[in-house]
C-alpha cells in the first residue's frame, strides 16, 4: 500500500512517514518532541489524506503522543535494526487492533453501502495503516532495500525506487556533489 505524502516529489510509505518524522535533516527537530509539535506534524499528514479517511477525532493527546512515539521506534528497529519481540509485538497489535478496514452498510432503504471502519481516534487508525505498511514491507522483500540518504547530514529513510538511488532528493545529491568537489579544490595544488 503506498501513501500520499511526498517529500521532495517523491512517494513515501506511511511507516516511514512515521520513521523520518525524528531528524530529517540539519536544522529539523523531532516532529513528535511534544503535543503542539505532534499535532501540527499529524494535521500535515492528514492533509494528505481523503476526507474521512481517519474519522474526525484527529487530536494528538498525550496518549497519542506516546503511541505516535511506540510506533515509531518499533517500526524503525524492524526496518533499520535487529528486530526485537517486543518491536513485533508493537507494530502486530496496531496492525490487528487499530487498521481501518471495509466493511458493508444496508441503509435505511436496504441499499447496500461499502464505509470505512475505524477501530480509534484518527491517530490509531493512522497507526494502524503505519504497522500495515511496515508489514507489507517486510512480507514484499521490501526490508531489504531500505536505505538512508547518502548524504552525510540527511537521515531521511527511503525505499529506492532505482537500484542506483542513494539519496532522498536531489538537493541531497547536489548537496553532497558540492561538498565532494569543494573537497576536491581544497586538496588540489594551488597554481601560480
Do not use: K
Not at 101 to 127: F, K, N, Q
Not at 165 to 177: E, I, K, L, S, Y
Amino acid at each position: 500500500m503506498q501513501f500520499d505524502v511526498h517529500h521532495h516529489g517523491t512517494l513515501v510509505r506511511p511507516s516511514l512517514v512515521l520513521v523520518n518524522s525524528v531528524v530529517a535533516a540539519p536544522g529539523e527537530a523531532d516532529a513528535l518532541a511534544d503535543v503542539a509539535a505532534a499535532g501540527d506534524w499529524f494535521q500535515a499528514v492528514v492533509a494528505t489524506l481523503s476526507p474521512g479517511d481517519l474519522g474526525d477525532d484527529l487530536a494528538v493527546d498525550g496518549d497519542g503522543l506516546d503511541a505516535l512515539r511506540e510506533v515509531r521506534g518499533a517500526v524503525e528497529q524492524i526496518l533499520l535494526g535487529r528486530p526485537r519481540a517486543s518491536s513485533l509485538a508493537v507494530v502486530n497489535r496496531y496492525e490487528t487492533e487499530s487498521a481501518p478496514s471495509w466493511g458493508l452498510d444496508l441503509d435505511a432503504r436496504g441499499e447496500l453501502h461499502v464505509r470505512r471502519r475505524l477501530w480509534g481516534p484518527g491517530v490509531e487508525s493512522w497507526l494502524g495503516i503505519v504497522a500495515a505498511d511496515c508489514i507489507d514491507l517486510v512480507r514484499d522483500g521490501g526490508r531489504a532495500q531500505v536505505a538512508t540518504c547518502a548524504t552525510p547530514d540527511c537521515r531521511i529513510v527511503l525505499v529506492p525506487d532505482h537500484h542506483r538511488r542513494r539519496f532522498c532528493c536531489t538537493t541531497c545529491a547536489h548537496r553532497t556533489r558540492q561538498a565532494r568537489y569543494q573537497r576536491g579544490r581544497e586538496g588540489a595544488p594551488v597554481s601560480r
